[in-house]
């Protein structure tokens, strides 16, 4: 049974600075692995797919990796902004069927 | 393309009454997942459906919970007799195929409270 941990639970950092997010899944037969972005009360936004063939998948200030072999992934992101307080949500399983984990809830103070 | 459309956003239940949550794909998706995200926890995957199918149902509780994906209209997630536990935000997600590579697009949910 796939299970999916993120940690830290919650970080906050101050404006402009460089943080990883990180994600640990126990079942290294994924076909994806996904970050998402959830606001208070809001829907979900993908923010980067990395398939099981992929290392590593960027969309601008985010970089995201896969080590299938440690069961682990990191999402980066660079020259955090106060928009980017929210919480982000790691995923792994297949199209139809994924694990998600609880989450980080991250904070950017101005 | 509208994306996965799920109404209503917000809906309100007294204990006891039924509760009806629908899920447009995005257009030529006809392949649907239904997850829910109680306080406090992750998404948990409940169902998958293709049109007409229930193709895994492992994530439904075996009571009160239904779902279905007729061949015309919206996926439907029906929760009978509603109690205060079932109060969460419940996602649908749609894909192309089944490949289990492809990706699966989210809604942005319908929030449910049972009061």
């Known amino acids: 049974k796939q299970e999916v941990t993120q940690i830290p639970a919650a970080l906050s950092v101050p404006e402009g600075e460089n943080l990883v997010l990180n994600c640990s899944f126990t079942d290294s037969a994924i076909y994806n692995l996904q970050w998402f972005r959830q606001d208070p009360g809001k829907g979900l936004t993908s923010l980067l797919l990395i398939q099981s063939s992929q290392r590593e998948q960027t969309s601008g200030r985010l970089n995201a990796s896969l080590d299938k072999s440690s069961g682990r992934s990191t999402l980066y992101i660079a020259a955090s902004q106060p928009g980017d307080s929210a919480t982000y949500l790691c995923?792994?399983?297949?199209?139809?069927?994924?694990?998600f984990g609880k989450g980080t809830l991250l904070t950017v103070n101005p | 393309n509208a994306g996965v459309m799920q109404n209503p956003r917000h809906l309100v239940r007294r204990r006891g009454q039924e509760a009806r949550l629908r899920c447009s794909p995005m257009?030529?998706?006809?392949?649907v997942y239904w997850y829910r995200q109680l306080p406090e926890e992750g998404l948990k995957f409940m169902v998958y459906?293709?049109?007409?199918?229930?193709?895994?149902e492992s994530g439904m509780p075996k009571e009160r919970f239904s779902a279905e994906f007729p061949k015309e209209g919206p996926s439907i997630l029906r929760i009978q007799q509603v109690v205060r536990g079932d109060s969460a935000a419940y996602f649908c997600?749609?894909?192309?195929?089944?490949?289990?590579?492809?990706?699966?697009?989210f809604g942005q949910g319908t929030r449910l409270t049972v009061v």
């Open positions: 257009k030529g998706h006809s392949h």
């Open positions: 459906l293709q049109k007409e199918n229930i193709i895994d």
């Open positions: 995923a792994g399983g297949s199209n139809y069927k994924l694990t």
């Open positions: 997600a749609s894909s192309p195929s089944r490949d289990r590579g492809t990706e699966a697009f």
